[in-house]
Nanobody
Framework: VQLQASGGGSVQAGGSLRLSCAASGSTVSTLSVGWYRQAPGKQRDLFASIRSDSRTEYKDPVKGRFTISRDNAKNTIFLQMSKLKPDDSAVYYC???????????????WGQGTLVTVSS
């Protein structure tokens, strides 16, 4: 399954952006998807996920500010980001993987990601 994130851009602190994650080769309704981000010089980290049963999970840095949703008709997963901070600046990726218990194992395909820049 190939997922491609898009919708990044530049925004001021406190602003909002909505990222899209479009699927090819499968329908998003059946997927478990992780959202990752990678800031310059840092590792790629998982910060949010949605399971195939639509349960969502968020890491503390984004909890209460970011929301994942799934639009099956558009075969797309969205990430609504609000109250953005400069620390949110990174390249954002979505990845189709699987959950084993509480741990999300990413798939092989990463796509090129989409850049989010938040200025203070």
């Amino acid at each position: 399954v190939q997922l491609q994130a898009s919708g990044g851009g530049s925004v001021q602190a406190g602003g909002s952006l909505r990222l899209s994650c479009a699927a090819s080769g499968s329908t998003v309704s059946t997927l478990s998807v992780g959202w990752y981000r990678q800031a310059p010089g840092k590792q790629r980290d998982l910060f949010a996920s949605i399971r195939s049963d639509s349960r969502t999970e968020y890491k503390d840095p984004v909890k209460g500010r970011f929301t994942i949703s799934r639009d099956n008709a558009k075969n797309t997963i969205f990430l609504q980001m609000s109250k953005l901070k400069p620390d949110d600046s990174a390249v954002y990726y979505c990845n189709s993987g699987e959950f084993r218990g509480s741990y999300f194992y990413p798939g092989r395909y990463w796509g090129q990601g989409t850049l989010v820049t938040v200025s203070s």
